[in-house]
């Protein structure tokens, strides 16, 4: 051992080093004292990975032969693979970099991949993604994943945390075009450079069509035969050098997965089946030390069970800014075409969603952009903006069929010579899609091509090039469709197609079943087929089945794909049949909102569009028929209508609520108020939220019936639900054990930010048991507890809470009889609380002996921003206080002390305090008798104050010289833009002031002067001096004994004067 080693070395070590491997390594050699603090400080200054190692390298290079065996003893002993890999396998794992180089870095470009370096991170598959078709998952979550977590792709087959390991296991799902083979390519690639994961020595990237075309393999044949550069298997076999293998694409394997019935192997040597070898990797009994990663689709990942998946992430979709580059991508040359396209887009909600995938984006912004850029051309084509799924795709297989590109120029070959030449190989494509569908097989091989009389020659033609994408390797060539939907539809059209003439049933390929006769009897088949299919993955294809029938693809494939107008012989029986599968009393399911989408697609909306009105016009109580029903549970999925909410109040019973339950799952925001639900309903809404599918974040259950058994429900499923941020309880009878069950959940939930339980006699008790759960919640940020009888006692206990939780931001108590006892807890606790923002204690019989309680507080606390204390019992003496304590806060922006008995001096205390208060922006006295000389100082104030925005002082025994006074301000103050003046009696002269300073004043945007017995003469001058102001928006003169033919014309005047101000005479 000497300083030879590290010499020889080197280029391995810069190349393989992690992170915190190099981290290990200068702490050591910072305790053997052989680099120092400036030295180890000076190489980890260096600007990447590689040049840190290497400036630690050179450092120990000129250090002696101790420096060098202490580094090389460390290797061996604490990172033994690392250690091998440096010495023993270096040359081998380089021939494997650059074979992993030459291939993965073809046609990646890395630039425009960024939405893959981050991957969510999920608890598993949820229930709809085991279930449904990934277009329905798409169109049931709107494109949004229920999860907050995400983790970088350099972190992937990292511990968590400190105190975690590596997972064994991960899986990697996204529906079909998301990425998943793009996200593996980009991170091989970008391991293969040494970006990331340099502690990983082997990473074996295979695909299952790879798998597909072996019988049998053992462990060390599957790595030899894939991977011939390696020549030592026995090191990844033996685990010898940490090693992740790569199986892309599960749903793409010919051979469901068992693994209930696997035969144990654990002979590497040995060869089995394929699937039997995937089973016994993926449960360790082979490669045992590697770390194994699987990609697929949802519904194929579900053949892994969830208690051998340590990690499940998922690829997200587009958000709006990276749809908006990739549509400038493919339309580089005209970004206006690109806006348009995307103007159309997000116009359809429905097709706006799906085009967060980029497979689907990609054929969508295709067809749109043909259109745009032909519409022109060919006047008497009069089918619009394609927006249904069969529209979308006609375009796209006429652009394919025509030999049009959207970024290539019009080929001169005619449309007839390309449906003459195409036709033929379109049906050969559309049978072998057809059956290929219905054996879930969407990798086909040369022999499978020849088994369904494709000629491989014609394979090389522009159109199949365009529908195929075709994958050679040295063993095999792979051909699959462009994109799952492209099987479908042309799956779809050879259906449509063969239906009219076959007299077997379809479905049965060998032809062997009794006659079917006619197309609808096919077409009945199919449908039919469809509903009853348990993993749902004919739904689509049944969906553009109907979508043929439709007038508008009639138009757009007739005399290429369809005889012009045949669809009209069929297309009333078939709506009636569709209609008829959705006549049931049962749950309204995936498969009723899939026949909705086939009505929609055949271009029958009559139902929806009135169940749409309905919901508009919130009028859908006792028209929720079955029909209705499933009409409204697809409304849900594509309706702008509740786009930002969706209110089903008084409208639903309990039956049709439990039909529509599965439906509701993914209504982010929902609003069930004044259904008259009593506890049945909150059991099967409890159920509901406890699934892990439920994407609902508000609830508001306002106005029901309600009892402390319906709140328990509620509360059960607060225990496990990870999505619900907003609660709305108000107005029902949850009562004192209601409350309880409430609190219990809240000491557990970390999810719920407001819970608003205001008018349900949870008493004092109740009180307390959600004080004590505020002592351990540190989430909730909102609750209102008004009109719940806590009293004093109720109040103090939530005090004590106070002290401690500072994540509370809004507090309600109104309407609690607290008193000036429970005002005197809460205020103490103000003092040290550093959280609250929002504090309600109007109707609080808060006498004046309150005040110094609370003026003691503002003056300690420095968050609190608004505090209402309107209808209590103040009086001038509680005002005074107040005031007092005003002039030292720096926090309060808002201050309410409407109806609290208040006259002239606290006015006047409340003025000084203005002079010099500088946070200040809402200030509400109205119902207080200040009177002109409160007025005045008040007026006084304005002229110094800069702050203050909003001065609120209806019926406050305002007459002339309080106006004429304010009126003075105003013409100085330059920061005051709302002002009610409702209900005093300024009168005509008043009125004349307060025009004068309208004509000065440029910040008032916002001025009530009804009924202040201003008549015509006050009215006319009010409106003459809106001709030189340019700053009121609103102003409000009704009451003023103005008369209609008076009003007419006064609102006339303004509105000439002042075009931009509303005025309500």
Excluded at 138 to 158: M, R
Excluded at 540 to 546: M, N, T
Aim: include cysteine; charge should be neutral.
């Amino acid at each position: 051992m000497d300083e030879a080693w590290i010499n020889r070395y080197r280029k391995q070590l810069v190349r393989s080093v992690s992170p915190q491997f190099l981290e290990e390594i200068i702490c050591y050699l910072r305790q053997l004292d052989l680099l120092t603090a400036e030295e180890a400080e000076w190489a980890q200054e260096a600007r990447s990975l590689p040049e840190q190692v290497r400036a630690v390298v050179d450092l120990l290079a000129g250090k002696g032969s101790f420096a060098s065996q202490s580094l090389q003893t460390f290797i061996e002993t604490t990172n033994s693979q690392l250690y091998l890999y440096i010495t023993v396998y270096e040359p081998m794992v380089q021939k494997h970099l650059e074979s992993l180089q030459s291939y993965y870095g073809n046609g990646l470009e890395t630039g425009s991949l960024q939405r893959l370096t981050n991957l969510l991170l999920v608890e598993g598959l949820t229930d709809i993604q085991q279930k449904e078709h990934d277009i329905l998952q798409i169109e049931a979550t709107k494109g949004l994943q229920n999860v907050s977590k995400s983790i970088p792709l350099e972190k992937l087959f990292l511990p968590l945390s400190k105190f975690s390991i590596p997972p064994r296991i991960s899986v990697t799902i996204g529906v079909a075009g998301i990425g998943k083979s793009t996200l593996v390519k980009l991170f091989v690639y970008t391991w293969a450079k040494g970006e990331i994961n340099r502690d990983i020595i082997f990473v074996l990237p295979l695909t299952f069509r790879e798998l597909n075309t072996y019988e049998k393999l053992s462990a060390e044949k599957l790595i030899c035969s894939a991977f011939p550069h390696i020549t030592e298997p026995n090191c990844i076999l033996a685990g010898a050098a940490r090693t992740l293998l790569i199986l892309d694409g599960l749903d793409e394997f010919k051979t469901p997965l068992d693994f209930s019935n696997t035969v144990v192997c654990t002979d590497p040597k040995k060869e089995i089946q394929v699937d039997n070898l995937i089973t016994n990797i993926i449960r360790g009994n082979l490669l045992q030390k590697a770390s194994i990663w699987v990609t697929a689709r949802p519904t194929a990942a579900s053949q892994i069970p969830g208690g051998l998946v340590d990690r499940t992430t998922e690829i997200r979709g587009f958000a709006a800014a990276e749809m908006k580059d990739f549509l400038d991508q493919m339309f580089l040359d005209n970004k206006d075409l690109s806006g348009q396209v995307l103007h159309h887009i997000r116009a359809n909600r429905s097709l706006h969603v799906m085009c967060t995938v980029p497979g689907f984006c990609w054929i969508c912004g295709s067809s749109i952009g043909y259109y745009l850029k032909h519409s022109t051309d060919q006047p008497q084509e009069t089918t619009g903006v394609p927006k249904t799924l069969s529209e979308i795709y006609s375009y796209y297989f006429k652009i394919a069929l025509s030999s049009n590109w959207p970024e290539k120029p019009r080929e001169t070959l005619r449309i007839e010579q390309a449906v003459n030449n195409s036709r033929k190989i379109v049906g050969s494509l559309g049978r072998l899609a057809f059956y290929g569908l219905l054996k879930k097989r969407y990798v086909f091989y040369e022999q499978d091509m020849k088994a369904y009389g494709i000629d491989l020659s014609l394979l090389q033609t522009s159109l199949c090039s365009r529908l195929l994408l075709k994958e050679e390797m040295q063993s095999f060539t792979a051909y699959c469709f462009s994109h799952l939907t492209l099987q479908e539809f042309l799956a779809a059209i050879y259906y449509y197609t063969a239906a009219k003439r076959a007299i077997f049933d379809l479905f049965t390929e060998s032809g062997m079943s009794w006659p079917k006769l006619g197309f609808l009897n096919h077409f009945k088949n199919a449908v039919q087929r469809s509903l009853q299919a348990e993993d749902r993955q004919l739904d689509i294809f049944v969906r553009f089945l109907s979508g043929l029938l439709s007038p508008q693809v009639n138009k757009l494939l007739s005399g290429w794909l369809l005889v012009k107008d045949e669809h009209n012989s069929f297309r009333s029986q078939a709506v009636g049949f569709l209609q008829g599968c959705l006549n049931t009393d049962h749950a309204i399911s995936s498969r009723a909102v899939n026949t909705m989408h086939c009505l929609h697609e055949i271009q029958h909306t009559e139902v929806t569009k009135m169940v749409e009105e309905a919901m508009k016009n919130e009028s859908l109580a006792g028209m929720l028929t079955p029909v209705n029903c499933s009409a409204l549970a697809y409304l849900l999925q594509v309706s702008d209508v509740c786009m930002e909410e969706t209110n089903l109040s008084n409208c639903l019973t309990y039956n049709v609520c439990k039909s529509l339950l599965s439906q509701l799952l993914f209504c982010h925001n929902l609003r069930l108020d004044n259904n008259r639900f009593k506890d049945n309903v909150m059991e099967l809404l409890g159920s509901m939220l406890s699934v892990k599918d439920c994407h609902i974040q508000k609830l508001s259950l306002a106005e029901n019936q309600i009892s402390n058994k319906g709140a328990k429900a509620l509360a059960r499923s607060l225990l496990v639900n990870r999505s619900l941020t907003a609660l709305d309880l108000q107005n029902n009878s949850i009562g004192p054990t209601g409350a309880r069950a409430l609190a219990d959940a809240l000491k557990q939930n970390q999810v719920l930010l407001s819970l608003n339980l205001q008018h349900n006699t949870i008493k004092e008790e109740g009180a307390t048991f959600l004080a004590e759960a505020l002592f351990t919640n540190h989430r909730l940020t909102t609750l209102h507890l008004q009109k719940n009888a806590i009293g004093a006692h109720g109040a103090r206990r939530i005090a004590e809470a106070l002290k401690q939780n500072c994540s509370l931001k809004e507090l309600i108590l109104q309407s609690n009889s607290i008193s000036s006892a429970g005002v005197t807890a809460l205020t103490a606790a103000l003092c040290s609380n550093k959280g609250l923002i929002n504090l309600n204690l109007r109707e609080n019989s808060i006498s004046k002996e309150g005040g110094p309680a609370i003026a003691h507080a503002l003056r300690t606390n420095s968050t609190l921003r608004k505090l209402d204390l309107a209808a209590n019992l103040l009086y001038d003496e509680g005002g005074k206080a107040i005031a007092l304590a005003m002039k030292e806060n720096r926090a309060l922006k808002s201050l309410h002390l409407q109806w609290n008995f208040i006259q002239a001096k606290a006015a006047a205390a409340l003025a000084q305090a203005l002079q010099s208060n500088s946070s200040l922006s809402s200030l509400d006295l109205q119902e207080n008798a200040i009177g002109d000389e409160g007025m005045a100082a008040l007026s006084t104030a304005l002229k110094f104050n800069t702050t203050l925005a909003h001065l609120h002082l209806q019926v406050a025994s305002i007459g002339m010289a309080g106006a004429q006074a304010l009126a003075e301000a105003l013409m100085v103050n330059k920061s005051l833009q709302i002002l009610d003046l409702r209900g005093n009696s300024i009168g005509v002269a008043g009125a004349k002031a307060m025009a004068n300073a309208l004509q000065v004043n440029r910040s008032l945007c916002w001025l009530n002067l009804q009924e202040n017995s201003l008549g015509m003469d006050g009215a006319i001058c009010i409106a003459t001096a809106l001709k030189g102001n340019h700053g009121l928006t609103y102003i409000n003169l009704q009451g003023n004994q103005i008369g209609q033919s008076g009003a007419k014309m006064i609102s006339d005047a303004i509105r000439t004067n002042s075009p931009s101000c509303v005025v309500d005479v």
